[in-house]
């Protein structure tokens, strides 16, 4: 995660735009929210949309407006989502589900920054910066019809990938320990801490709902530990019958990389005898441990 902590203290100052790819719950909001933040916009509105709750019948009252009488249930003018976030940051969260016709309208105003409210034919200009996600593969998409290039590339001028929690075993207890924080203090909970073995159960975990899920295991531990140290039990993992699946989405260097932090663990960070049970020389090990940054006990 070194790298895409770089890119966001790098790119964050900018008003870039900026699409964020990663399965679900890689945090992609919070990336958001925190890119927002450390810019120069940061006094201004940040306004967020899921593009895939929007019906089509919608779709331009709730980003354009529309003002009253434009249609039998416009009562009242209604301002929009670019206008809310004018001078400020317009989140677009599942930018992938947005059909053809609602992808043409969005470029429109990414390229003009020009846009009407629905029943008036007043043009209005915003300033507004982008940030967008999404969980498909956008390159996927454009190659099967379904997503516009040309809005691909104004999205795109800085992409940030968040790779699933299963390949960043070491964040784990840094995630763990940040979201205690947190919990305990919510709920009011002091002295709450995660015993080793509790740690260790996370590590092993597979992680198919990402931080997402790692957040809602730790609010459950707070919750529901049976003494100031939570243990295992408390965690409530529950044996995942698609682990082998899990393994089957990721590329060979992912598999490499979370075979040998497995072995690790089995064997408390010995590199020596986690090399001897992958079958692998020490000098061949170390050179993985050196490519894939692992950090081991000696």
Do not use: C
Request: proline residues 4%; without cysteine.
């Amino acid at each position: 995660m070194q790298e895409v902590k770089r890119i966001i203290e790098q790119v964050a100052p900018s008003d870039a735009n900026v699409l964020i790819t990663g399965e679900n719950g890689t945090g992609k909001g919070v990336v958001a929210r925190l890119l927002h933040q450390l810019s120069g916009r940061s006094q201004q509105p940040v306004i967020s949309v899921n593009m895939g709750g929007i019906p089509e019948t919608l779709f331009e009252s709730e980003m354009f407006g529309h003002v009253k009488g434009a249609f039998t249930d416009a009562r009242a003018d209604r301002t929009g989502r670019f206008e809310l976030a004018d001078g400020g940051t317009l989140f677009l969260d599942e930018i992938a589900n947005l059909t053809g016709s609602q992808q043409a309208k969005i470029l429109r105003v990414l390229e003009t920054g020009e846009f009407e409210r629905v029943g008036s034919s007043k043009t209005k200009q915003v300033d507004v910066r982008i940030l967008s996600a999404t969980n498909a593969d956008p390159l996927a998409e454009i190659n099967a019809g379904r997503f516009r290039e040309d809005l691909y590339f104004r999205l795109n001028t800085i992409q940030v990938h968040l790779p699933p929690l299963r390949e960043r075993l070491d964040d784990i207890p840094e995630l763990a320990r940040y979201f205690l924080g947190e919990l305990t203090a919510r709920y009011r909970k002091k002295g709450v801490d995660l015993s080793p073995e509790a740690l260790q159960a996370l590590r092993r975990y597979p992680w198919p709902g990402n931080i997402r899920e790692l957040r809602h295991v730790m609010e459950r531990a707070v919750l529901l530990a049976r003494s100031s140290t939570i243990q295992p039990t408390d965690l409530g993992l529950q044996p995942t019958a698609n682990r082998g699946n899990v393994l089957e989405e990721m590329d060979l260097e992912a598999m490499e990389a979370h075979l040998i932090k497995k072995a690790l663990d089995r064997h408390n960070g010995n590199a020596v005898t986690a090399a001897k049970a992958l079958g692998l020389s020490r000098s061949a090990f170390y050179r993985r441990l050196q490519k894939y940054q692992i950090p081991t006990a000696n």
